[in-house]
């Protein structure tokens, strides 16, 4: 078992940048390979991006390709998200998750079995 707490969001003007912070506890980290998903109102929740458990690989969506970064501190047991150059379709519940497999959760990957609350990020135009 891994609890997952998600913070850092909040309201952005577009153009601007929020940093997400997701804890986890519970089980060693770096056995945990992680993602973040987001869902807007209305939509179906999206992929967004993954890290490997060691960190040294990531996935993107096409969408937040080159503005969102993902990162992690297996230290801190904390995974992050830089998101820059934010714009209004953006706006979401932003949600980490996480599971044991090799590699990366990609977008055609079954859903991760450890997932967080999720932290709003509104980004107004």
């Known amino acids: 078992q891994v609890q997952l707490v998600e913070s850092g969001g909040g309201l952005v003007q577009a153009g601007g940048s929020l940093r997400l912070s997701c804890a986890a506890s519970?089980?060693?980290?770096?056995?945990?390979?992680l993602g973040w998903f987001r869902q807007a109102p209305g939509k179906e929740r999206e992929y967004v991006g993954s890290i490997s458990r060691s960190g040294i690989y990531t996935y993107y969506a096409d969408s937040v390709k080159g503005r969102f970064t993902i990162s992690r501190d297996n230290s801190k047991n904390t995974v992050y998200l830089l998101m820059l150059s934010l714009k209004p379709e953006d706006t979401a519940v932003y949600f980490c998750?996480?599971?044991?497999?090799?590699?990366?959760?990609?977008?055609?990957?079954?859903?991760?079995?450890?997932w967080g609350q999720g932290t709003q990020v509104t980004v107004s135009s």
């Open positions: 998750a996480a599971d044991e497999q090799l590699g990366l959760i990609l977008p055609t990957s079954g859903d991760p079995d450890y």
């Open positions: 519970g089980r060693t980290f770096s056995s945990f390979r």
